[in-house]
């Protein structure tokens, strides 16, 4: 899956089910602003940089590959609000009190 399906589905996945619209509206307008940025740098940089901007471009991609197999979540068969409970790191951050299900107030379906 290449970055367009990407940028669509995570966000879609980790927002909490009272605001997924919301999240999703702020992550397209970061990502087209984002796109714009470096479509208008790219000739720029291709005369300044040569072919180093091609190691330039692969430095981000292991990166944002890295961060995403670290920090991304396994959705397959995991219940939204239990997502973040799961994961190894943002577990951490997530107490029963932030999931509306459990402390009594009934999510929006």
Known sequence: MGTTGMAGVVPSEMFP??????GQSINVS????????????????????KFGLFYFFTFWLVC???FAILSVPETTNVPIEE???RHWFWSKFISDDDIPE???IQGIV
Request: overall charge positive; aromatic content about 12%.
């Open 17 to 22: 089910l009272e605001i997924p619209s919301a």
């Open 64 to 66: 944002m590959t890295t």
């Open 102 to 104: 459990r402390n009594g």
């Open 30 to 49: 970061v990502n087209m602003l984002f796109t714009f940025l470096i479509a208008q740098a790219f000739l720029v940089m291709l005369c300044h940089m």
């Open 83 to 85: 997502v973040w409970k």
